[in-house]
């Protein structure tokens, strides 16, 4: 005759207790029907039930969310959720289909359940903390009904960087936020992740790259590619020069350049342009590069132009963008970085589109999204570990008809004063370095054609994305106003001009303006009358278009935001233009300054201005490093 079957709890477990002894646990279905139904079991002629044992008919429905615990590292929670109601669970839990939570015996949607693990097994994780950044990024690109469960919280990117105390093989010393973003890209690399370095402008970015790379170099067969706007190639080769000179560096650009990969492989790096990534990319394709750095990422922020097609054609191990400006215009932009950096790892374009709104919302998702291989410091952030001034040299390189066209003015001014040269008798190059269009009296109607105006653009423009004021220092009139007018027209900012023009009684009224402006503006100023007696601490940039013969004038120059009552960490900018009559000004300057540091003697002397003439007239950007 059957027996009654007792229901007995075990924790979070229902248990069955035959007549005879024996346990089971039932399925989700058969305790719905004893439960909820109210039917007896199989075999049986009574269910003996607690008393206390609620049962609820409306199914948990399973989901993953984020939080961060109190050491800050991720930690993955599965839950429940059922008509308000949210109930923490087990993997267990979703493999039986049922569970009992203080008292309530709940089923657990079995389709979520089937794609919470399935969605688990594919991360390699478990409900948790997680240390694995792979995991991490497994979870968090998640899709299908789970998705809207995981959350928004953003987490940082060294929440899984392991604790390291030893430092790079450059010859610099980095200072603690340039050490925790080396140690971070050297993890990123070493899980063969990408990754996006988005600090701000002035805080070192390219030191940090390099610091990654020469560690790497020798560990791995195949060289590293950085990309850069081909003005800035130069300025690669010599910092990486600087920094790690005993590393191999290849610039590809010019006509002479290589047409062989296995000349590439024979170096540690080779630098190329973004236009050359476009003519080359059959070429380039044909190494699988260690790591891709793009320089000033933010020139793929199209994801139909075909320089970012290009880019992303690359054979690579690791994918590593670098830019101070993530976001230019809309959200988009980000994702197609993110999208050389980690393919698929914000879905496909339409899928974000939708994801993602050009809203605060979708704003805020897309960071939750993309905080955990991006690396981004702000200048008020880490200013205990700066310098009260950061100095930046800004080399640029001529593209090839600029470089031509500086050498046929080169070779008249050599005809016409020959070894009668003076230093006033250079002004014509100095001249064409600051802008072709100041030879003659005509307007200039295409002021970013030239490669240095464009690379000043591009500085402006990414400190008023912060909203904050530069200072624009340079010796020629016409330059002043053009950069003023640019400014205004272009951009929408407040500009001003302060030279000779402007009456000495007027320059402060002026200044007190420009300090009013709430937000960005920019004060461009001739250092002979705004080098010396102002103070202009409202602006923390300061940018000197065109270098002075003067190291003195320049320092002066400089000093109008770098002094007393200057809040924020002042950032100098020296646009360079190289193998012109720039760049001997600049090892001119460098030379009197080691001078002075010496305390032996000062910095006007005029002993070595003939020797300086005669270099700036044989100083071609035309013939000197173009074939690689």
Known sequence: MPRAVSIELRGRVLVLVGHDGVETVPGVDEAYRLLVEALPAAGSHAVIRPPELVASRYPLVPGLVLDLNENGTPVVQLVGRSRGRTESLTTEDLRRGHVVVAGTWFPIEAASSHEVLGLLERAGAEPGPVCSLPAFLGIRKAGGPVEDMI???????????????????????????????????????????????????????????????????PDVSGPCLIVAPGSLLENWRREIARFAPDLRVLKHHGPRRTGRPAD????????????????????????????????????????????????????????????GTPIENRLLDLWSIVDF????????????????????????????????FMLRRRVKEVAQDLPPRIDIPQVVELSDEEALEYDY?????????????????????????????????????????????????????????????????????????????????????????????????????????????????????????GGAGLNITAANHVIHYNPEWNPALEDQASARAHRRGQELPVTVHRLLVADTVEDVINERLERKRAIASSAIVGVAGSDDDYADIISALSRSPSRKGKSG
């Not at 003519?279 to 590069?289: A, G």
């Not at 302060?498 to 402006?517: E, N």
Request: negative net charge; aromatic residues 8%.
């Open 264 to 323: 590439m492989r024979e170096f540690d790096v080779v630098v190329t342009s973004y236009d050359n990534v476009v003519r080359d990319n059959s070429l380039l394709s044909m190494i699988r590069w260690e790591m891709v750095v793009l320089d000033e990422a933010q020139f793929i922020r199209n994801p139909d132009a075909q320089r970012t097609k290009a880019v992303k054609h690359l054979p690579r191990r690791v994918g590593l963008a670098v830019t």
């Open 409 to 529: 003015v080169r070779k008249q001014i050599a005809e016409e004063y020959g070894a009668a040269a003076t230093l006033v008798s250079l002004t014509q190059l100095r001249r064409f370095c600051a802008h072709p269009s100041l030879l003659d009296d005509l307007p200039c109607s295409a002021m970013l054609s030239f490669s240095k105006f464009q690379r000043l653009d591009e500085i402006l423009r990414e400190i008023f994305i912060q909203g904050e004021k530069a200072l624009v220092f340079t010796s020629f009139t016409r330059m002043a106003d053009m950069v003023a007018m640019h400014v205004s027209k272009t951009v929408g900012c407040y500009s001003a001009v302060i030279d000779g023009r402007l009456p000495i009684d007027d320059r402060q009224p002026l200044i007190d303006t420009f300090s009013g402006v709430a937000g960005p503006a920019v004060l461009v100023l001739n250092p002979r009358a």
């Open 151 to 217: 959350g928004d919280r953003a987490v940082s990117p060294l929440a899984f960087l392991p604790p390291e105390n030893d430092a790079p093989n450059v010859s610099a010393t980095l200072y603690p936020y340039q050490l925790t973003g080396w140690r971070w890209l050297r993890f990123i690399r070493s899980e063969g992740l990408g990754g996006l370095l988005a600090d701000e402008m002035g805080l070192g970015k390219t030191l940090q790259v390099i610091s990654v790379i020469s560690d790497l170099v």
């Open 341 to 372: 950096v980690l393919p698929g790892q914000l879905d496909e374009r339409r899928e974000f589109e939708s994801r993602y709104p050009e809203d605060v919302l979708g704003a805020r998702l897309l960071e939750a999204s993309v905080s955990p």
